[in-house]
């Protein structure tokens, strides 16, 4: 009844904004170039004004550096570059002349023609260079190849604010040093490892984290954790699960991953869990919408279960897709350590395009030092600024995945992001991939990707034909920013290789006539993403008692944010920061209230849209990838663009100094935890709750 009601609602907002004329693809929300609002995206890391020249006094400008049309709330190329769509607008030309936009590397050694100014106007998609520089000259003709030195207005990527070192050093104080004593920690921690061609300063070398160290076990007695093993359970079935200590971490069922659950969509099962572990735990089933009792959300719908406790878990099946389970206590600590696994949700009439085989892949990575694995933080989180990065890539709980495959196959990779604070950016080198389904939906329209941008939680489906033989490596390619000496540098991770023989696959089976129902209807979308939001959520964090070096030069990388933090660069000031220094927030602006002290409610079956607002001006502006407990939700817009490739979702990357609306199908009742995924951001109070009457 709620499901109609909702889809009810979504019709009615179809015919009012059809009755009202209304466009498809307007804006939606306050875009970076309009006056800045203060709930909007940021201007200043999304907008580029532009500077008239000298004897162009008249003229001026602005380039939004808008997110490229896609199914992913962050543009980047396959191999890490940020991607944006340029739309500039300009005013006070002289009539009369042709005016040519054009962009250039602040070195000159590369020069794009964007295109001729029209009406005061240009559009340049998919621009994917690192730091740039904007041109608008006065040409005699439109076929002009160079700019002359008729220049009218220029303008610099928010990224070329970054400082070279001599004005870095200069803006730190004209020190590296810091007195050992403004920044000790706990003396039993093993060095963090550093990513390779950075340079540290010496007094982010003395950091230590203020904590105690929560070591993992690594005792010869314990037994090795067994792989995953595939459960494929009925309606009404049993499943007995237990979490336990294994050698180097913890396990559900002595498994890592847990056991590989396959259910039929519509069934349900119970779960007899036990705790073995020495801290008290419970499980959340990510994505599911099942009964609210059963949600795994210690202190909101049950209580932390003690070690040697137990629990009962009712679970319903509602939805077809790739879904995950995990520990929902200091998931720092017990995700990290390796509570999870996945269940995958099959359905009779499943509109997923064929494929030859399926691969369900779930990908996190292991911060590993000289000594073995960095402990986490025992009293509360250390990587409280960043998150924890990992500097070993597993899959399946394993280095070195391997898959062999014929020339012409095609696999359905099921992938799930489980790193505690890693957004990937994955590709097969060579190999086409067509990204078919999300979170807790399919696309209506499978689309090619060069790359998949998977924060963690997120889960997404690709279908991938390698089409020659050879060896085609699963890459995490991104481009990491070196904070220090203000410059990208690439890094490929390589997660696995998928090997093709010579012998030829037969062809694919034939693709079903049924493809997936659009979970929306355009209109009313359109309708809603020009609706002011219902609520809205700040996104931003609160810092005591840092060490002064971090401070100093947390304050000075502020100049520039990229939209998504690829790596752990900087890692000491990152590791030395904890929970007990670093608060992260949800904010409700219409109230003040923060965090676990926001009390909304809505009515089941009704249409809200909310506003997700990450704050640029936060001590420091990462991503967040914000999960909702219980529910599922479209994506409507980021920064005020539309989204066009649609599926239902339960996690979303909010990009740093980005808006993003999403629009909640509400027809699961009760308490429900929203929350970012970032597992240390979460340990540090990132977390809220909502109610659904």
């Known amino acids: 009844m709620a499901q109609r009601r909702f889809a009810q609602a979504l019709y009615t907002l179809a015919l009012l904004a059809a009755g009202a004329g ?4 307007q804006g939606a929300g306050p875009r970076p170039c309009e006056p800045q609002a203060p709930l909007g995206p940021s201007h200043d890391l999304y907008c580029i004004d532009l500077i008239a020249a000298p004897g162009a006094r008249a003229a001026s400008g602005r380039v939004e550096l808008s997110p490229p049309a896609g199914p992913f709330t962050v543009g980047v190329t396959s191999d890490g570059h940020s991607r944006y769509d340029l739309i500039g607008s300009v005013a006070g030309l002289e009539p ?3 005016y040519v936009a054009w962009l250039m590397t602040p070195q000159l050694d590369t020069i794009i023609k964007l295109g001729v100014v029209t009406r005061g106007s240009f559009v340049a998609r998919d621009v994917a260079l690192p730091k740039f520089v904007v041109l608008i000259t006065a040409e005699r003709s439109s076929r002009v190849q160079s700019p002359s030195e008729h220049l009218v207005l220029r303008g610099q990527s928010p990224s070329t604010r970054l400082f070279p070192p001599d004005q870095l050093t200069f803006a730190a104080g004209g020190s590296t040093a810091t007195p050992a004593h403004e920044h000790e920690g706990h003396g039993d921690w093993p060095m963090v490892p550093m990513p390779a061609n950075l340079t540290m300063l010496p007094a982010e070398m003395a950091l230590r984290p203020g904590v105690a160290p929560y070591p993992r076990p690594s005792s010869d007695s314990l037994a ?11 309606n009404g079935d049993t499943l007995w699960l237990d979490a336990g200590v294994v050698r180097g971490g913890f396990a559900f069922n002595g498994e890592q991953p847990g056991p590989m659950l396959e259910v039929s969509r519509g069934s349900e099962i119970v779960v007899g869990f036990t705790n073995h572990l020495p801290d008290s735990t419970a499980i959340h089933w990510h994505g599911i919408r099942l009964d609210n009792r059963s949600d795994g959300a210690p202190g909101l719908t049950q209580p932390a279960i003690a070690p040697g406790g137990t629990f009962t878990y009712h679970i319903r099946f509602p939805d077809a897709g790739i879904y995950w389970y995990h520990a929902h206590v200091r998931e720092d600590i017990q995700q990290d350590f390796g509570l999870y696994g996945n269940i995958l949700v099959r359905s009779a009439d499943s509109v997923l395009p064929p494929a030859h085989r399926e691969e369900v892949l779930m990908l996190d990575d292991v911060l590993v030092g000289d000594q073995g694995p960095i402990p986490a933080g025992r009293e509360s989180p250390t990587h409280a600024l960043m998150g924890r ?5 597993v899959v399946n709980a394993k280095r070195d995945y391997q898959l062999a495959v014929a020339r012409g196959e095609v696999v359905r990779f099921y992938l799930t992001n489980a790193a505690n604070a890693r957004t990937l950016n994955l590709s097969f080198a060579g190999a086409r991939m067509q990204l078919v389904a999300a979170d807790a939906g399919a696309y209506a329209t499978p689309r090619a990707v060069a790359s998949v941008v998977i924060a963690p939680a997120e889960r997404y489906v690709v279908n991938v034909t390698f089409d020659r033989p050879g060896r085609f490596a699963l890459v995490n390619r991104v481009q990491a920013l070196d904070h220090i000496f203000g410059r990208f540098f690439p890094e490929v991770d390589t997660l696995g290789v998928v090997t093709v023989s010579n012998g030829r696959a037969p062809a694919v089976a034939a693709a079903s006539s049924r493809r997936p129902s659009p979970p929306f209807h355009l209109a009313a979308l359109d309708s809603l993403a020009r609706r002011p939001p219902d609520k809205t959520l700040i996104l931003t964090l609160h810092t005591t008692n840092l060490p002064p070096v971090t401070e100093r030069l947390m304050q000075l990388d502020s100049i520039f944010f990229q939209p998504v933090e690829w790596s752990g660069s900087m890692p000491m000031m990152n590791w030395a920061a904890t929970g007990e220094q670093v608060r992260w927030i949800l904010r409700d602006p219409e109230t003040g209230r923060e965090n676990m002290d926001i009390d909304w409610h809505f009515a089941r079956g009704s249409t809200v849209k909310l506003r997700l607002v990450n704050e640029r001006r936060a001590f420091h502006g990462m991503q967040h990838p914000i999960h909702l407990h219980g529910q599922r939700f479209l994506v409507l817009a980021v920064n005020g663009v539309p989204m066009r ?22 027809t699961n009742p009760g308490h429900w935890m929203l929350h970012c995924h970032i597992a240390e951001h979460l340990s540090a109070g990132m977390m809220t709750h909502l109610t659904v009457d």
């Open 96 to 98: 009369g002349r042709t």
């Open 224 to 234: 090795i954790a067994r792989p995953s093993e595939w459960r494929r359970l009925r």
């Open 389 to 393: 990065f990992g500097n070993v890539f």
């Open 22 to 25: 209304v466009c498809v693809g």
């Open 645 to 666: 490739d649609l599926a239902w979702k339960d996690t979303v990357l909010v990009p740093a100094g980005s808006t993003v609306d999403i629009l909640f199908d509400t």
